[in-house]
């Protein structure tokens, strides 16, 4: 068990990685694993409910915050993510377009003879 993780009941324990909730099952062969990123987690509650599930109202209103906090948080680094490329193709497509510039050697007039 991770230091995050929480036993959740028959078998199953649940941790959150920073994006998404990782369910963990045991089993004698090795490990299962679910991850549930916010619309998928929000997509779960809904199922919930729509098989006559019913939560306490403050349990409801929890997981539907946490649902909505945990979307907005992935749109924003989605967003985030999309300005950072864009600035980055941005940057890459005007180095081609700059004016070369060459240093230029002080030019130097051949040495003539000496005379003597």
């Not at 990782?22 to 090795?30: D, K, Q």
């Not at 490990?31 to 109202?57: F, S």
């Not at 915050?65 to 967003?79: C, I, N, P, T, V």
């Not at 193709?89 to 130097?108: H, M, S």
Request: glycine share 6%; hydrophobic share 30%.
């Amino acid at each position: 068990m991770t230091r995050n993780e929480s036993y959740l009941g028959d078998g199953l324990y649940a941790s959150f990685d920073g994006y998404q909730i990782v369910l963990r099952a045991p089993r004698e062969h090795g490990e299962h694993y679910v991850a549930l990123e916010p619309a998928v987690y929000a997509a779960l509650i809904r199922y919930a409910a729509d098989i006559g599930w019913k939560l306490l109202e403050s349990e409801r209103e929890r997981c539907v915050r946490s649902a909505r906090e945990g979307a907005a948080k992935w749109l924003e680094e989605q967003q985030h993510r999309a300005r950072q490329q864009k600035r980055e193709r941005e940057r890459d497509d005007g180095a081609d377009q700059r004016p070369r510039i060459v240093p230029l050697r002080p030019q130097t007039s051949p040495k003539s003879p000496n005379k003597k």
